[in-house]
């Protein structure tokens, strides 16, 4: 079934359209979808696999496909160093599902790789991890890039779902707003957009998410990722309760920076310095005692992303400096 918006035969003339720098996407060879918990469920329902281990520390969407499926689940806690607490077993009806950490966590996934034939990695914090052969990976586009949606998978299965392709005209708007009017304008369409895609079916990943991940460069995109990663750590190292390996960071999410103040959050709000809490649901799922829940409200998310330069990164350190 073709939508309206599909033709075998494309039209000559008319308006111009919306014109997009042409070039590769970073994962050509990997199956397009349209969200990432979508790509999550695209291998459970291949790998039909009966029971699937999860951590308490992850976005309540990834229940999703779940429960859409009837998949039953079970929570397994992380410990200080965002690692599986490996206490229970992964039965070969089993899959394991690993976030790999604001892209932080790639040794840690090679390590699972070698003890877990059924390890499913959730890519989306670490669109840069090229994923191991012989892995099922799936990545979210929007998490890292200004699409209205958009997923890559690695699925290990030779099964292919036939599929219709998504489209997202309709989900658009903050992303216009936010180069019009500013990124607050967006906010709220950003979240009606949030909504939108959850409980929405597998599909192909839209035209226009493909085209814009097209003409995207990859390689200036990681570099700044890399270098106000860098300009953050040098300072805030000595201050992180969080500690990690930053000697080979690729193209990171976000800079994590754990401290046991509960100021710092509002604080940078205040001088219109957003960051995210991962995730709101934790707190739900989680006792005050456990380590998830510790994450939950004392994390900070500074965000690194392409947009900013060291410039922006100093703005940042020097309201922390007012209370670290």
Not at 29 to 50: D, M, P
Not at 128 to 142: I, Q
Not at 180 to 209: A, H, Q, T, W
Request: proline share 4%; with cysteine; charged share 25%.
């Amino acid at each position: 079934m073709q939508n309206q918006y599909s033709n075998k035969m494309k039209s000559i003339g008319g308006y111009l359209e919306l014109q997009l720098s042409r070039g590769e996407e970073f994962y050509p060879s990997l199956i397009k979808l349209n969200t990432g918990r979508n790509a999550f469920e695209y291998i459970l329902k291949v790998k039909r696999y009966k029971l699937v281990h999860i951590p308490y520390y992850t976005c309540e969407v990834m229940l999703e496909p779940l429960k859409k499926l009837g998949v039953q689940f079970q929570y397994y806690t992380i410990d200080e160093n965002m690692d599986p607490v490996l206490d229970f077993e992964v039965g070969p009806d089993d899959g394991l599902l690993y976030t790999n950490y604001f892209g932080l966590k790639q040794d840690t996934v090679i390590r699972l790789s070698k003890l877990f034939e059924n390890l499913i990695v959730d890519n989306s914090q670490a669109f840069f991890s090229e994923p191991l052969e012989g892995v099922d990976t799936f990545y979210s586009c929007r998490k890292f890039f200004g699409v209205p949606d958009g997923a890559y998978l690695q699925c290990t299965s030779d099964v292919r779902l036939k599929l219709e392709k998504d489209v997202s005209v309709d989900r658009f708007s903050h992303l216009i707003k936010s180069i019009d009017m500013g990124i607050e304008s967006g906010y709220e369409d950003f979240i009606v957009n949030n909504v939108v895609l959850s409980n929405n079916p597998i599909r192909k990943m839209s035209s226009l998410s493909q085209s814009i991940l097209s003409g995207i460069d990859y390689k200036a995109c990681k570099y700044r990722r890399n270098s106000n990663f860098m300009y953050l750590h040098d300072f805030l190292e000595s201050y992180n309760d969080y500690s990690f390996d930053a000697s080979s960071v690729n193209g990171p999410m976000i800079y994590p920076l754990l401290i046991s103040s509960t100021e710092i959050r509002n604080k940078l709000f205040e001088k219109r310095i957003y960051v995210a809490t991962y995730w709101p649901n934790v707190l739900e799922w989680t006792t005050k005692k456990m380590y998830e829940y510790y994450l939950t409200t004392h994390l900070i998310a500074i965000p690194i992303d392409h947009r900013y330069t060291h410039s922006e990164m100093k703005r940042i350190l020097n309201v922390l400096k007012t209370i670290l």
